[in-house]
């Protein structure tokens, strides 16, 4: 499912506390492979590295923006306007169909697959859906499936609750 790979690739990185699964060239090209984006044992590099967190960090940006975050969506769209260049996206028809299409291999190919599904997203109406937690300190992406699209937080369990409580301690403080 194109939502699944899209949120996946962004939360790839993990705030709190920092986790990085793209932390070497050979991580990235198993994750990719991990997805059907990528043959294993293809090799990557440490720019195509830095070109992958690159991108995953810009797609982060514009879910934290579907979030009432602010952030700089001229930069991020920047980046990703880079990576959709680097990967040679072209409109390919076959089969009646017009679809997006990678016009070169590899890494930067399998990035391109990425933003192939987030204009799939953006074409059916899910992409809107899709935020990143409002918790500074996370980030998390995720697919909101609230009927108002009104969710604000990963979980209510976490970054909600704690929240919750720093509003009701400053609240309550001024008492």
């Not at 959709?84 to 190919?109: D, K, M, Q, W, Y």
């Not at 935020?131 to 990963?154: G, H, V």
């Amino acid at each position: 499912m194109k939502n699944d790979l899209i949120l996946d690739f962004v939360n790839t990185r993990e705030l709190r506390p920092v986790v990085e699964d793209l932390d070497s060239p050979r991580a990235l090209v198993a994750w990719l492979a991990e997805h059907g984006l990528l043959e294993a044992g293809t090799r990557a590099s440490r720019a195509e590295l830095a070109e992958a967190q690159t991108l995953r960090e810009a797609l982060r940006d514009l879910l934290a923006a579907h979030n009432g975050l602010d952030v700089d969506l001229d930069a991020a769209t920047a980046r990703i306007d880079e990576a959709a260049c680097r990967a040679r996206l072209a409109l390919r028809f076959s089969e009646c169909e017009a679809h997006l299409e990678p016009g070169v291999g590899g890494v930067r190919g399998a990035l391109g697959r990425i933003l192939v599904e987030v204009t799939a997203g953006m074409a059916d109406g899910t992409w809107e859906r899709m935020k990143a937690c409002r918790a500074d300190d996370c980030l998390w992406a995720f697919l909101d499936t609230a009927k108002n699209q009104s969710r604000a937080w990963c979980s209510m369990r976490s970054c909600g609750n704690r929240e919750k409580a720093r509003v009701y301690r400053e609240r309550h403080a001024s008492h």
